[in-house]
């Protein structure tokens, strides 16, 4: 007795979905908002890889009576009337990515937002996919370079998620787009148009999050996604090896972190005779606290005090048309057989 063949899956009517994820953001800038929040990150051990004992009495003794109040003041800087500048432009990115798609494939596809801390957070977005019918869902962490305290991070969450669940979802996870082309071109017109409508500085600085250097020590392939991207957007502007440097920002605690420090760099230049420089954050796909406050802010006014003239800084690539085709682009890849009419190459 022959029986026909097994077939593969029928894609012809399936609902793709797209689950966006970007770190997160309290709910208001108040010192409580700031310690809800910053208590979920702080406490994760892929952000802070310390003894947990130890490290719960730090958090919870110091860090959390301490911190809150200092960031709040922070996070007031740059709060707009639409609340959060990272949660209202990963929205905005979340709708320009679900229409874009929707567009250029022959099926439907829902794109979900989840925050790794705080909200939306990711078990919510996860059962809204699922709620619309989505049974093969492509993970994608907004950090373009790869890290364990980030990267990593999302698919922990991603994971625990399913432990509750009966059936799990086909998944595909992108782990990075540090050396993408599409990246790289959309970071060198940013630049472009920045300069085109502003003027150029002496120097530009490409600064990228840091994280502390024994996670690089201990294997974490982030400082070498970050150079990677630095020396591609540099080749890509045709830039002279003394017209950018890379440098890192946003350290935190007692221990060393990636190195050159940004701030340590803005308060050398001065003294180089570099008074003008261009700060763009190629790791930020959002614009955000560490931009917004950190650099155009508090790291312009210490350049200043320093003697620097004018620090120019080169917003993030947001939800700009170019930055929205190029993730539509590689979420067109990623999602691959599943599609009914596959990507081309």
Known sequence: MSSKPQQGPDTSSAVLGVLLCNLGTPDAPTPAALRRYLGEFLWDPRVVE????????????IILRLRPRRSAASYAEV?????????????????????????????????????RYGRPVIDEALRELKMNGAERIVVLPLYPQYSASTSASVF????????????VPHLRYVRDYHDAPGYIRALANSVRAH??????????????????????TRGDPYPRHCARTAELLAAELELAEQDWQLVFQSRFGPREWLQPYCDKTLEA????????????CPGFTADCLETLEEIALSNAELYRKAGGERLSYIPALNDDAEHIEFLCGLLQQELGHWLKTPASP
Not at 50 to 61: D, I, K, N, S, T
């Open 156 to 167: 922990d969450a991603v994971a625990r998620h399913y432990l509750a669940e009966r059936e």
């Open 50 to 61: 310390a003894p947990r004992p130890l490290w719960w009495l730090v958090l919870h003794g």
């Open 79 to 115: 709060w707009g009337e639409d609340g959060s500048p990272l949660l209202s432009i990963s929205r905005r990115q979340t709708l320009a990515v679900e229409e874009a798609l929707n567009r250029r494939l022959n099926q439907p596809v829902r794109v979900a937002l989840g925050m």
């Open 195 to 216: 300069w085109a409508a502003h003027g150029r500085g002496q120097r530009l600085l490409m600064s990228f999050h840091g994280i502390p250097a024994e996670y690089a």
């Open 269 to 280: 230049l001065p003294g180089e005779g570099i008074k003008q420089v261009d700060v763009i």
